[in-house]
């Protein structure tokens, strides 16, 4: 069965630092890969996705993801974190033995402090 | 939260009520999802429709039931027999099988006492 885990409840940054936050899952398969962040009280949305091609995939708001096969991760970056980048970001993956369906994550807190 | 809408957004009921949540896209999506989300916790599907006048559950379906009649809606209801109702619900949609991004409402909080 599909897996994903993100091992850090919270990551906090000052703003203007890069920020990195984990994931890494287990999947049968080609691996197709999401990261999504959600802002207090809203649905999710969608930043950014692998599915194959280039390791480093750029995403919305400046958000980039690198993919490592070897180590089965997924991490999210981003260069210079702002103060607005404090969300709860969720890591998903396609889970090809259920019509497709997306497993994801339990959230890592992003706290950017000025 | 682009072309999907959920009313309301914050909703009361008390305990031992039947409750509608709804979910509508104008996106043209064939896939319509429900999840639950928790304080602290990630989402858990609750049912998932991939066409019309077809659905199916999800890992907690439990005290829930969904319909589909229209392409373009998928309500959820939360009966009295779901034990912890309250909950933030999200509704999601995806365009087809083969596309595997799916996009989110707003959500509706639900609040039983």
């Known amino acids: 069965a599909q897996s994903v885990a993100q091992p850090e409840d919270q990551v906090n940054v000052a703003e203007g630092n890069p920020l990195t936050v984990k994931c890494t899952y287990s999947?049968?398969?080609?691996?197709?890969l999401f990261w999504y962040v959600q802002y207090p009280n809203r649905g999710l949305q969608f930043l950014l996705k692998?599915?194959?091609?280039?390791?480093l995939v750029k995403g919305s708001y400046g958000f980039e993801a690198e993919f490592n096969k070897s180590q089965t991760s997924f991490h999210l970056k981003k260069p210079s974190a702002l103060v607005s980048d404090s969300a709860l970001y969720f890591c998903?993956?396609?889970?090809?033995?259920?019509?497709?369906?997306?497993?994801f994550g339990g959230g890592t807190r992003l706290m950017v402090k000025p | 939260d682009g072309g999907i809408t959920q009313s309301p957004k914050y909703l009361f009921r008390k305990e031992g009520q039947n409750v509608t949540l709804s979910c509508e896209q104008n996106?043209?999506?064939?896939?319509m999802y429900w999840y639950r989300q928790d304080p602290g916790q990630g989402l858990r599907l609750i049912y998932y429709?991939?066409?019309?006048?077809?659905?199916q559950k999800g890992d907690i379906a439990e005290g829930y039931s969904v319909s589909r009649e229209k392409k373009e809606s998928f309500p959820l209801t939360v009966t009295s027999a779901q034990k912890n109702p309250t909950a933030f619900y999200l509704c999601?949609?995806?365009?087809?099988?083969?596309?595997?991004?799916?996009?989110f409402g707003p959500g509706t909080r639900l609040t039983v006492t």
């Open positions: 999601a949609s995806k365009k087809s099988v083969t596309i595997y991004e799916q996009y």
């Open positions: 999947v049968s398969g080609n691996p197709y």
């Open positions: 692998y599915i194959t091609g280039d390791n």
């Open positions: 998903a993956v396609r889970d090809n033995n259920a019509g497709n369906m997306l497993t």
């Open positions: 996106l043209n999506h064939d896939a």
């Open positions: 429709s991939q066409i019309v006048n077809d659905f």
